[in-house]
């Protein structure tokens, strides 16, 4: 613009200075321009690390948040005298909120920037804990109330997060930042698992409610001071190279219906929906896992509660090595020119689906607790290299539109979740069967068919799957047809 050097030459105006001079007198040497490059790529990316490492932060406390309902339930439903209905029903609450925001979250996220809506999520939620006993005393329908908007203020920070990494990783930070994300979301359980049930039964279930409530509510403060939604010199000129890259659709013709075709484009693209399918396999395996394996353990392998929640912690604390290990050797594996981005993404998503499927077969052939909890170590484990499979490729398939597609994504990756423990009903029910026996083989099948949804995800996700955003390469193909 006509303005932009007066706006370029001001901080020079403001910087000059004499030259300085030696002892001898002559002058000294100034910082060049390749010093000061250099001086503020280091700082900005050690900002960038910051700001990943906060988002991740963010994904263990909202998980934990989230987690936490299961094991406050046992004595909620105790004292209030919950039936096993209302129980699920409570259960389900969260989820029933949280479904119907992930795209207007993504929407305001890629608009507004994903810093306020984390921050309005984390609030929500203390809140929600907070509130707990009291909604609680006050019926079971209030309660639910409760929880549902709990999960429908929560709903909008996952694609709001993503939209946020991608704003500071690029590069091999990109691989990085996602496995941390992944690493986040285990720590997040680990933390409600371990904590929230010793808490309950030494200072009530009360006082744990609110424990979790005000740590989350300390979290949003430092995020309120600290988070930002990204690198502050690069906002303006993202908003400039959008307007440049879609002239053929709101700037030319502001029209609500070619936007609406727009982002079915978008989100109808291969690449986009070979991510929307490995989300989903994904989510399909890790619900069936954690609503049906104490039910298992409990059932068939006659392991006592307190053995079961031993053991089944022991899975999620090899995701959260795995995963934390697996964000170092991904941004190496970059950064060294050992893999493409796009070999990444295709070598961690089949590692992790092909790993969980060899660990559910091998857990379908074990009759003991504790060798079936070594299976599920190899599925957690591996699994978490998902971040830096189609995790991080979500950060890829779209520069101007992330919210709407990782929104999306993950609607039809909670339709899975909520598909999984339905159709593992259906399978150990189908028969009939009674006997001890019977039931075990019922197990073994499923065991199978959850090990053969993983193969389905590699032969969907790997041959599919890209790293250039589809909305730049649509932008790119519209500015030519309009040039001709």
Known sequence: SKDAPALSAAPLVANAHVPSRTASGAPAAQPGPESEEHAAGAQSETEALLQVRLLAVARAVFQMTRICMGPLMVDMASEHGYTAEQKGLLLSAFAGGYALTQIAGGLAADRFGGAPVIFVGLLSSALSLLLLPFAAGAGFLRLWWLLWAMGFMQGPTYPAQLVSTAKWSMGSLRSYASALGAAGSTSGSLLALGLTAPLASRCGWHNAAAAMGLATLVFGAVWAAVGRSSPALTVASDVAREAEASPAFEKVTGSMRVSFARYVRILLARPVLAVFSAHSVHNFVRYFLMAWMPTYYSEVLGASPDASAILLLIPELMGLLVSIGSAHLGRYLQSSAT??????????????????????????EMATAKSVTACLCLVQGLA???????????????KYNGGVVTGVGNTVATGASFLAPIFASWVLSSDGADSARARAEDWRRLFLAFAASNLVGVAIFVPFCSVTPVDVVESGAQGKAKEQ
């Open 384 to 398: 978490t290299l998902q971040g830096l499979g189609y995790g991080a490729n979500y950060l890829d398939v779209s």
């Open 339 to 364: 893999l493409t981005a796009l070999d990444s993404r295709r070598v961690f998503a089949s590692t992790a689906f092909l790993g969980a499927a060899v660990g559910l077969w091998m857990a379908s």
